[in-house]
């Protein structure tokens, strides 16, 4: 009998001697299959066990014929993990097969049609009026959306349920998606600048975490509006002071008046700022307006989300460049240069403490906020940009008849509720 915890050299020795006096052929099999194994699992405690109840367990005195070694069977060792089956792949037949078809054809008119559909058939070609906007809010899920129509090339008119009607000298850029009754771009007559649609809603301004005068974050709600999609550039600067020249009016000129027609006006007072918007029937962005154009209703903390930003070039804070010259400075509306370029004038009063007052504010007083009645320090309004690590929600205040080399300015146009 072999003890059961003999290990190593010793195991396998106490095995040779006993295989030479072992008379019985079953035996002899038993042996030399475990043997075999044995030595592919040298040295392993547990062997001595198995080998102990199969030797424990041969008994008899039958002879059988003891088979040659060559008729040995090993079993294939796999050479993938251990206690993993291999995966079997099956094709799931659905009956469609879509090879080769065009995404445009896959489909069909509604044979019945909700309420707030018409089924015209198939267009023969792509027309804009065959194209919509499925708008999604974010407060109610990403399972609910909204359905709207494009808007009239070349009109003021919304092609909607919910019609609106865009001030005299706007209009609605072609194949312009309409969300929420209004088109998603317009173009202003005046200047020729193209403004972006910011939907109305809920969105925040300020930060948890940051200086005193930019905590805490606080949610506000706003009505929809229009903001320039760039800064207000040198040549269109030039054009309003021409024109206000001639209409008697005194308008400084802009402190680069002599680079580049296509960056951003700066160096112009906040009264000239103004003065440039209303003079087409617009007007400079609220605190909260500019915040939620550049941070989304997510308030966040710039353009492109919460990140770094990954510049096609060198750029720092500060820097001037013509306007739309980084496309990565972009929100989720489709502003640029909010995070970088000019730092900009808003319309309202600078006062340190206006993000306190306005979160112990009550909430129906918070919507369309347009800032505190008086500023900390006469004259003072607040700017926006250039904030820390790109941050949109930083502020400053700048009093209102500064002319600084880094201060510009971009307009919005407030919108009556639709009919």
Known sequence: MIE????????????????????????????????SAARRTFGNSCSAILFYLLITGCGGSESQPAPQPTDAVRQPVSSGPVGFAKRVEEEVDDGVDLTGV??????????????NFVTTGKATLSRPVDRFVATIDPAAGSASFTVSEPSVPGSNVVASGRVGHLPAGFTA????????????????????SEM??????????????????????????????????????????????????????????????????NFPAVGVAWVEARAYAQASQRELPTECQWEKAA???????APWGNGRPLWSE???????????????????????????NAQEWLLDFYSETNHHDLAIMDVA??????????????????????????????????????????IG??????LPALQ
Not at 197 to 217: H, L, N
Request: include cysteine.
């Open 173 to 192: 850029i072609a194949d312009a998606p309409i969300v929420d009754g209004w088109p998603s771009r317009i173009v202003c007559n005046a200047d020729h």
């Open 365 to 406: 007083r918070r919507t369309d906020w347009s800032g505190p009645r008086r500023a900390s320090q006469t004259g003072e309004r607040v700017v926006k940009g250039d904030g820390p690590e790109w941050a949109v929600w930083f502020r400053r205040g700048v009093r209102m008849t500064e002319r600084s080399p880094n």
């Open 314 to 340: 060198p750029r720092e804070i500060g820097q001037l460049d013509p306007c739309g010259t980084f496309p990565d400075d972009k929100s989720v509306y489709g502003v640029l240069d909010m995070a970088g």
């Open 4 to 35: 059961p915890f003999l290990y190593g050299a010793e195991f396998m020795s106490e095995c040779d001697r006993q295989l030479k006096e072992a008379s019985t052929g079953q035996c002899r099999r038993g042996f030399f299959v475990y043997r």
């Open 409 to 414: 300015f971009r307009c919005v146009l407030n």
């Open 196 to 261: 972006v649609f910011i939907p109305g809603g809920s969105s925040v301004i300020g930060t948890g975490d940051g200086p005193a005068d930019c905590v805490p974050e606080v949610p506000v709600s706003l009505s929809a509006f229009y903001i320039s999609k760039l800064e207000v550039n040198v040549a269109q600067y030039a054009d309003f002071r021409s024109k206000s020249i001639k209409g008697g009016k005194v308008v400084e000129k802009s402190l680069n008046v002599d680079d580049p027609s």
């Open 295 to 301: 941070r989304g209703s997510q308030g966040l903390a």
């Open 102 to 115: 065009d995404p445009k054809d896959v489909f069909d008119p509604a044979p019945a049609p909700p309420p």
